[in-house]
């Protein structure tokens, strides 16, 4: 048996073994966390002193290429895990999830990082606006590191995931961290913790790891440091108001359990195919990962009509589930995280069935497979029914953390969603419907209650992530990154993923002003107003190391005639009256004939575009787009092309060649000075070539 060991300023300790933590497929002993305390104020100061410099020597695209490389090294090395996970009492398809939807949720920030984030450690909420009338005085917000540590308190049930899935956005923001899983699992989550070590990735101090118990750790904190919590709603609501936590203003992020649902819409019949979908998710959320996952459905919400029907074929499919040790091939259910967490969920089911009918489970000879596993923490699949949900509480108050969900009956749409409401916030909701009118009228008023919804039909069916939101592949179900995870009320009030929104959680916002100028020289991008320079050489012409921020080129003039407007249109196949109509155009608001916007564009290219090879490589994109005043036959337009904001992602070409991103501010005006249209072109520009020696 393993004593496990906490990861505590750069060293691992532990030794003597204290509580000892058994297989949840066999029963017998494993592992035991450790008995030495942990020097909680050591921990906070290695972070703080050779963590937040470690991490602030890199910028957001350096630690987003850290994190695309441990997600590989993961990756490779995930059998090591898999062994480990089979005491878990998860299957395969199970581990994938916390594993392999572990590393891809590393790789998925990495890649936003890579995608959305700039070259250094300060993030621009432009665009800037004016707060003068003359121009000399302008606001806008920035992001920056918190310069503090994240604490990072996890649920038994994704002893991988749970821990990657915060680290990756506090890593990319700049924060060190210190991971406290669940102790039942924690197990799994040390041994992801010894890879992350043991593959020299990482800078020292970016993660530190908490087997037992937090001690005084939540005492030590300070205002810029953030604590993030997974787990039961009552202990959420415990930390929320610890004493220091509060007196600080330390930022708490909860998703907590909660009992979701899913709702069967009146316009589906059993001959439909929405039907068997909705039978399918209900049951699958009951039994992937023993149905421990917070996003689980817990009440299956289905019209009186069909209920019999519904019940009929979620037994079927139940039955048909095979449960016991997850070794085995034919084995599609393993066991439950913990012994504890067995006689929870059983104690739970006891309280249900006060106010429920048993309609699976139970009493229907569950037998685990497999050798050993009558010691083994296995729970059957159980489907309870309340044929009067509206009048009891229970089965919208508690919440069995296993394969347990409840069927509902309802009359109408409405008394549907207001039992949906009675779980007082969830994290996921699905309505499964063929008819858009009524997922118009359900989605606006479920999604007060709800983190995510999802509307599943068969066209959906296909592609759908599912209700559980399924990462791609494997079979498994977990959060995709890209979506917000969290939910309101009981299921906590927080938010994590949802792409970028996870990384700025662990960043601080201030509003900026000042001059144009000033504010360029901060956020390090060209603000509108700013003094730009003019250079000799045509900005096109300089390397990406040459680019200054401000490099700026006026050109040279071009007036429009209706030779040019004919021309276009004939190109382009566009024939808008208010380009080709004399009499339309003069009775419009403009009153009279005007040039294609998109004619604009291309004639603002025209200008400035210099058309020799290199350094500037391609043009991949248009963002801010603006056609802000009508040209017209005899306007006269120039452009002003300005270096915005440079991104070095430390690529190279299939040659070898070093690459970066340019976003060019361009303006283009009329006669008069006007603005006439407004946007950023995104290029990818050429670094100086290496000299073979050095390469």
């Not at 017998?28 to 290695?46: G, K, N, P, V, W």
């Not at 991490?55 to 350096?62: E, G, I, R, S, T």
């Not at 004939?593 to 991949?620: D, K, M, Q």
């Amino acid at each position: 048996m393993t004593t496990l060991q906490s990861y505590i300023a750069g060293r691992w300790i532990g030794r003597e073994a204290a509580q000892s933590l058994r297989s949840a497929v066999n029963g017998q002993a494993i592992a035991s966390t450790h008995a030495e305390a942990i020097d909680f104020a050591e921990a906070l100061a290695h972070a703080r002193r050779v963590g937040i410099p470690a991490l602030m020597a890199l910028d957001f695209q350096q630690r987003a290429e850290r994190l695309k490389a441990l997600a590989k090294y993961i990756a490779a090395n995930k059998e090591t895990l898999y062994a480990v996970s089979a005491h878990t009492g998860a299957t395969r398809a199970d581990g994938w999830v916390d594993i392999e939807g572990g590393a891809g949720t590393l790789a998925a920030y990495a890649g936003i990082g890579s995608n959305e984030l700039p070259s250094g450690n300060l993030v621009h909420e432009g665009p800037a606006f004016p707060l003068g009338k003359k121009g000399g005085f302008a606001g806008t917000h920035i992001l920056v590191p918190r310069g503090g540590v994240a604490v990072h308190i996890n649920a038994f049930n994704f002893p991988v995931w749970g821990l990657l899935e915060k680290f990756a956005p506090s890593f990319l923001a700049g924060m060190p961290c210190i991971g406290k899983p669940a102790t039942a699992t924690s197990y799994l989550t040390e041994a992801v913790v010894r890879l992350i070590v043991q593959s020299g990735i990482l800078p020292e101090g970016s993660l530190q790891l908490v087997i037992g118990g937090t001690g005084d750790l939540l005492d030590r904190l300070e205002g810029p440091d953030v604590v993030t919590f997974t787990g039961s709603a009552d202990t959420a609501a415990r930390l929320r108001v610890h004493p220091n936590l509060v007196r600080q203003s330390i930022p708490f992020n909860a998703e907590a359990d909660s009992l979701n649902c899913a709702i069967l819409a009146p316009d589906v019949t059993p001959d439909d195919e929405e039907f068997d979908l909705f039978v399918k998710e209900v049951a699958r959320e009951m039994t992937v990962k023993a149905g421990q996952k917070c996003t689980a459905i817990r009440r299956a919400i289905v019209p009186r009509q069909h209920l019999d029907a519904v019940a009929e074929r979620l037994r079927a499919r139940l039955a048909k589930t095979v449960v016991g040790d997850p070794s085995r091939e034919d084995v599609r259910m393993g066991a439950l995280a913990s012994h504890a967490q067995q006689a929870d969920v059983a104690e739970r089911v006891a309280e249900l069935r006060k106010g429920a009918e048993l309609v699976y489970g139970g009493g229907d000879g569950f037998s685990p497979v497999g050798e050993g596993t009558a010691e083994g923490a296995f729970f059957a699949p159980t489907l309870l029914l309340s044929r009067k949900p509206l009048e009891h509480d229970a089965v919208h108050d508690i919440e069995a953390f296993g394969p347990v969900s409840t069927l509902m009956p309802y009359e109408g749409i409405d008394e549907a969603l207001a039992l949906a409401a009675r779980g007082r916030g969830s994290l996921v909701g699905t309505l499964v419907t063929r008819d858009p009118a009524t997922a118009a009228k359900a989605i606006p008023v479920a999604a007060a209650w709800h983190g995510r919804l999802l509307v599943l039909d068969r066209e959906a069916a296909a592609e759908s992530t599912g209700h559980g939101d399924r990462l791609g592949g494997g079979g498994g179900i977990s959060p995709l990154p890209p979506l917000k995870h969290g939910g309101p009320g009981r299921a906590g009030g927080g938010e994590e993923l949802g792409g970028l929104r996870a990384v700025k959680h662990y960043l601080q916002r201030a509003a900026l002003q000042g001059s144009p100028t000033m504010l360029a020289a901060v956020t390090g991008e060209h603000v509108r107003g700013a003094k730009v320079r003019e250079t000799e050489v045509h900005p096109f012409r300089s390397h990406f190391e040459d680019l200054q921020i401000g490099d700026s080129l006026l050109t040279h003039r071009r007036t429009v005639s209706e030779a040019d407007i004919v021309a276009f249109g004939g190109l382009s196949g566009d024939y808008f009256y208010m380009h080709f109509d004399e009499i339309a155009a003069k009775e419009s608001p403009f009153g009279k004939r005007i040039a294609h916007g998109y004619f604009v564009l291309s004639a603002a290219a025209g200008l400035f575009v210099s058309p020799a090879p290199g350094p500037v490589l391609a043009n991949y994109g248009l963002d801010t787009l603006r056609f802000v005043k009508p040209v017209g036959i005899g306007d006269t337009i120039r452009a002003r092309l300005t270096c915005k904001r440079k991104i070095d992602r430390n690529r190279k070409d299939a040659n070898g060649q070093g690459q970066g991103v340019v976003a060019w501010d361009v303006e283009v005006t009329n006669q008069d000075g006007e603005l006439v249209a407004s946007y950023d072109i995104l290029t990818l520009v050429a670094k100086k070539p290496v000299p073979a020696a050095a390469a």
